[in-house]
Protein backbone atom coordinates (compact mmCIF):
# COMPACT_ATOMS: atom_id res chain seq x y z
CA UNK A 1 0.00 0.00 0.00
CA UNK A 2 1.48 3.45 -1.01
CA UNK A 3 2.40 5.52 2.37
CA UNK A 4 2.34 9.04 2.70
CA UNK A 5 3.98 11.17 5.29
CA UNK A 6 3.22 10.93 9.35
CA UNK A 7 1.57 14.01 10.12
CA UNK A 8 -0.45 13.74 13.39
CA UNK A 9 -1.17 16.22 15.44
CA UNK A 10 0.14 16.46 18.92
CA UNK A 11 -1.38 18.83 21.83
CA UNK A 12 0.35 19.32 25.23
CA UNK A 13 -1.95 20.66 28.00
CA UNK A 14 -0.85 21.78 31.64
CA UNK A 15 -3.39 22.62 34.25
CA UNK A 16 -2.72 22.93 38.31
CA UNK A 17 -5.35 20.90 40.05
CA UNK A 18 -5.27 17.82 42.66
CA UNK A 19 -6.17 15.06 40.05
CA UNK A 20 -9.10 14.40 37.06
CA UNK A 21 -11.95 12.85 37.28
CA UNK A 22 -12.98 9.23 35.59
CA UNK A 23 -12.66 9.48 31.45
CA UNK A 24 -10.80 7.59 28.75
CA UNK A 25 -8.67 9.15 26.79
CA UNK A 26 -9.14 9.15 22.97
CA UNK A 27 -5.78 8.65 22.25
CA UNK A 28 -2.80 7.06 23.42
CA UNK A 29 -1.51 10.04 26.10
CA UNK A 30 1.92 10.76 28.49
CA UNK A 31 1.18 12.57 31.90
CA UNK A 32 3.67 13.96 34.38
CA UNK A 33 3.21 15.47 37.77
CA UNK A 34 5.05 18.80 37.19
CA UNK A 35 6.15 19.12 40.36
CA UNK A 36 6.24 15.37 41.95
CA UNK A 37 4.80 12.40 40.92
CA UNK A 38 1.17 11.34 40.22
CA UNK A 39 -1.13 8.16 40.52
CA UNK A 40 -3.26 6.63 37.43
CA UNK A 41 -5.60 4.70 38.67
CA UNK A 42 -8.47 2.30 36.85
CA UNK A 43 -9.47 -1.54 36.24
CA UNK A 44 -8.04 -2.47 39.36
CA UNK A 45 -4.72 -0.70 38.74
CA UNK A 46 -2.58 1.97 40.12
CA UNK A 47 0.19 3.30 38.39
CA UNK A 48 2.28 5.78 40.04
CA UNK A 49 5.55 7.57 38.73
CA UNK A 50 7.22 10.89 37.57
CA UNK A 51 6.30 10.45 33.94
CA UNK A 52 3.71 7.60 32.82
CA UNK A 53 2.27 6.15 29.40
CA UNK A 54 -1.85 5.63 29.42
CA UNK A 55 -3.74 3.37 27.26
CA UNK A 56 -6.21 4.67 24.87
CA UNK A 57 -9.80 3.87 25.21
CA UNK A 58 -9.50 2.94 29.15
CA UNK A 59 -11.51 4.68 31.76
CA UNK A 60 -9.54 5.99 35.10
CA UNK A 61 -8.20 8.96 37.23
CA UNK A 62 -5.52 10.72 38.21
CA UNK A 63 -4.12 11.93 41.04
CA UNK A 64 -1.84 14.86 41.15
CA UNK A 65 0.28 15.96 43.86
CA UNK A 66 1.04 20.00 44.45
CA UNK A 67 1.38 22.00 40.64
CA UNK A 68 -0.97 19.91 38.91
CA UNK A 69 0.08 18.00 35.65
CA UNK A 70 1.49 18.36 32.05
CA UNK A 71 -0.54 15.97 29.54
CA UNK A 72 0.54 15.14 25.84
CA UNK A 73 -1.72 13.53 23.84
CA UNK A 74 -0.35 11.62 20.08
CA UNK A 75 -3.13 11.08 18.23
CA UNK A 76 -2.56 8.34 15.98
CA UNK A 77 0.34 6.66 18.12
CA UNK A 78 0.02 3.61 18.33
CA UNK A 79 -0.25 1.61 22.13
CA UNK A 80 2.96 -0.36 22.52
CA UNK A 81 1.59 -3.40 22.73
CA UNK A 82 5.01 -5.43 21.83
CA UNK A 83 6.06 -4.24 25.26
CA UNK A 84 3.23 -4.06 27.57
CA UNK A 85 0.92 -6.64 28.20
CA UNK A 86 -2.81 -5.86 26.48
CA UNK A 87 -4.72 -5.23 30.23
CA UNK A 88 -2.20 -2.75 30.64
CA UNK A 89 -3.37 0.34 31.88
CA UNK A 90 -0.80 2.91 32.28
CA UNK A 91 3.10 2.47 32.44
CA UNK A 92 5.94 4.41 33.65
CA UNK A 93 8.29 5.50 30.90
CA UNK A 94 12.25 5.79 31.84
CA UNK A 95 15.48 5.81 29.62
CA UNK A 96 15.38 7.53 26.55
CA UNK A 97 11.64 7.07 26.20
CA UNK A 98 11.42 9.25 29.49
CA UNK A 99 13.22 11.53 27.97
CA UNK A 100 11.78 11.84 24.79
CA UNK A 101 8.46 12.38 26.68
CA UNK A 102 10.01 15.01 28.73
CA UNK A 103 11.14 17.19 26.08
CA UNK A 104 7.80 16.57 23.64
CA UNK A 105 6.39 18.06 27.04
CA UNK A 106 8.63 20.90 26.32
CA UNK A 107 7.54 21.49 22.60
CA UNK A 108 10.45 19.46 21.19
CA UNK A 109 9.00 18.65 18.06
CA UNK A 110 12.31 16.01 16.85
CA UNK A 111 11.19 14.43 20.27
CA UNK A 112 7.71 14.46 19.91
CA UNK A 113 8.73 12.35 16.46
CA UNK A 114 11.36 10.40 17.81
CA UNK A 115 8.79 8.93 20.65
CA UNK A 116 5.79 8.53 18.10
CA UNK A 117 8.44 6.46 16.00
CA UNK A 118 10.09 4.13 18.75
CA UNK A 119 6.28 3.17 20.15
CA UNK A 120 4.72 2.14 16.15
CA UNK A 121 8.57 0.82 16.14
CA UNK A 122 8.62 2.14 12.79
CA UNK A 123 4.84 0.75 11.48
CA UNK A 124 3.48 4.81 12.17
CA UNK A 125 3.17 5.73 8.50
CA UNK A 126 -0.19 6.73 6.80
CA UNK A 127 -1.60 5.74 3.55
CA UNK A 128 -1.19 8.15 0.31
CA UNK A 129 -3.91 11.24 0.83
CA UNK A 130 -4.39 10.44 4.77
CA UNK A 131 -2.12 13.08 5.67
CA UNK A 132 -4.13 15.69 3.79
CA UNK A 133 -7.20 14.57 4.95
CA UNK A 134 -5.87 14.73 8.26
CA UNK A 135 -4.29 18.22 8.11
CA UNK A 136 -7.29 20.25 6.78
CA UNK A 137 -9.75 18.87 9.48
CA UNK A 138 -7.28 19.86 12.28
CA UNK A 139 -6.68 22.90 10.27
CA UNK A 140 -10.71 23.57 10.02
CA UNK A 141 -12.46 21.70 12.97
CA UNK A 142 -16.32 23.23 11.52
CA UNK A 143 -15.38 21.67 7.94
CA UNK A 144 -18.64 19.59 7.33
CA UNK A 145 -16.05 16.91 4.94
CA UNK A 146 -18.74 14.00 5.11
CA UNK A 147 -18.02 10.18 3.97
CA UNK A 148 -18.71 10.41 0.93
CA UNK A 149 -15.97 13.11 0.55
CA UNK A 150 -13.33 11.03 2.27
CA UNK A 151 -14.14 8.13 0.41
CA UNK A 152 -13.28 10.27 -2.67
CA UNK A 153 -10.51 11.99 -1.18
CA UNK A 154 -8.39 8.48 -0.86
CA UNK A 155 -9.91 6.83 -3.84
CA UNK A 156 -11.65 4.06 -2.37
CA UNK A 157 -15.49 2.98 -1.74
CA UNK A 158 -17.29 4.40 1.32
CA UNK A 159 -17.21 1.52 3.63
CA UNK A 160 -13.13 0.86 2.67
CA UNK A 161 -12.17 4.44 3.25
CA UNK A 162 -13.96 4.34 6.87
CA UNK A 163 -12.38 1.15 7.31
CA UNK A 164 -8.79 2.63 6.46
CA UNK A 165 -9.33 5.66 7.87
CA UNK A 166 -9.64 3.67 11.45
CA UNK A 167 -6.42 1.60 10.77
CA UNK A 168 -4.73 4.57 10.38
CA UNK A 169 -5.79 6.84 13.21
CA UNK A 170 -7.18 4.03 15.89
CA UNK A 171 -10.60 6.15 15.66
CA UNK A 172 -13.64 6.04 13.76
CA UNK A 173 -14.16 9.11 11.30
CA UNK A 174 -16.70 10.62 13.45
CA UNK A 175 -14.61 9.95 16.44
CA UNK A 176 -11.78 11.72 15.01
CA UNK A 177 -13.46 14.86 13.82
CA UNK A 178 -15.15 15.29 17.28
CA UNK A 179 -11.60 15.09 18.96
CA UNK A 180 -10.26 16.93 16.19
CA UNK A 181 -12.88 19.76 17.40
CA UNK A 182 -12.34 19.37 20.86
CA UNK A 183 -8.57 19.95 20.75
CA UNK A 184 -8.98 22.95 19.16
CA UNK A 185 -11.41 24.33 21.73
CA UNK A 186 -9.29 23.41 24.48
CA UNK A 187 -6.17 25.48 22.61
CA UNK A 188 -8.37 28.45 22.09
CA UNK A 189 -9.35 28.16 26.05
CA UNK A 190 -6.10 28.22 27.32
CA UNK A 191 -5.40 31.33 24.54
CA UNK A 192 -7.80 32.97 26.58
CA UNK A 193 -10.67 32.52 24.41
CA UNK A 194 -14.39 32.69 26.04
CA UNK A 195 -16.10 28.75 26.54
CA UNK A 196 -18.86 29.69 24.13
CA UNK A 197 -16.70 31.62 21.75
CA UNK A 198 -14.63 28.54 21.60
CA UNK A 199 -17.46 26.33 21.29
CA UNK A 200 -18.62 28.04 17.94
CA UNK A 201 -15.50 28.36 16.29
CA UNK A 202 -15.00 24.22 17.25
CA UNK A 203 -17.77 23.35 15.69
CA UNK A 204 -19.87 22.05 18.80
CA UNK A 205 -23.44 22.77 18.82
CA UNK A 206 -22.95 25.21 22.20
CA UNK A 207 -21.48 25.53 25.27
CA UNK A 208 -23.56 22.67 26.80
CA UNK A 209 -21.71 20.49 24.27
CA UNK A 210 -18.65 21.54 24.74
CA UNK A 211 -18.34 21.06 28.16
CA UNK A 212 -19.97 17.60 27.94
CA UNK A 213 -17.60 15.93 25.51
CA UNK A 214 -14.76 18.16 26.98
CA UNK A 215 -15.18 16.76 30.37
CA UNK A 216 -15.74 12.93 28.92
CA UNK A 217 -12.39 13.35 26.99
CA UNK A 218 -10.19 15.28 30.05
CA UNK A 219 -12.15 14.75 32.96
CA UNK A 220 -12.60 18.47 33.63
CA UNK A 221 -14.61 20.59 32.90
CA UNK A 222 -13.30 23.47 30.47
CA UNK A 223 -14.30 26.32 34.20
CA UNK A 224 -12.15 23.65 36.14
CA UNK A 225 -9.14 23.38 33.52
CA UNK A 226 -9.28 27.58 33.38
CA UNK A 227 -9.37 27.98 36.98
CA UNK A 228 -5.91 26.13 36.76
CA UNK A 229 -4.59 27.74 34.16
CA UNK A 230 -3.37 31.36 35.85
CA UNK A 231 -0.87 28.89 38.20
CA UNK A 232 1.00 27.02 35.74
CA UNK A 233 4.34 28.61 35.23
CA UNK A 234 7.00 25.93 34.70
Known amino acids: ?109 DAQSELRERLSHGQGRLPLGMSAVLADLAAEPMTRMNQAELAKRLGLERTQALRLFKDSTGMTFRQFKRWTGLQHAARLIVAGTLVRTASMDAGFADTAHLTRTFKQCFGLTPSQAIAGLPTIGG
Open 1 to 109: MPVGDTAFSTSVFSVDVAGVGRHPNPVTCVVRGRRGPLTVVGQGQSVTGDIVIIRPGVEHHIVCGEGGLSAMYLDGARWPGRWLSPGTLAERLGGRLGELALAGMQLDS
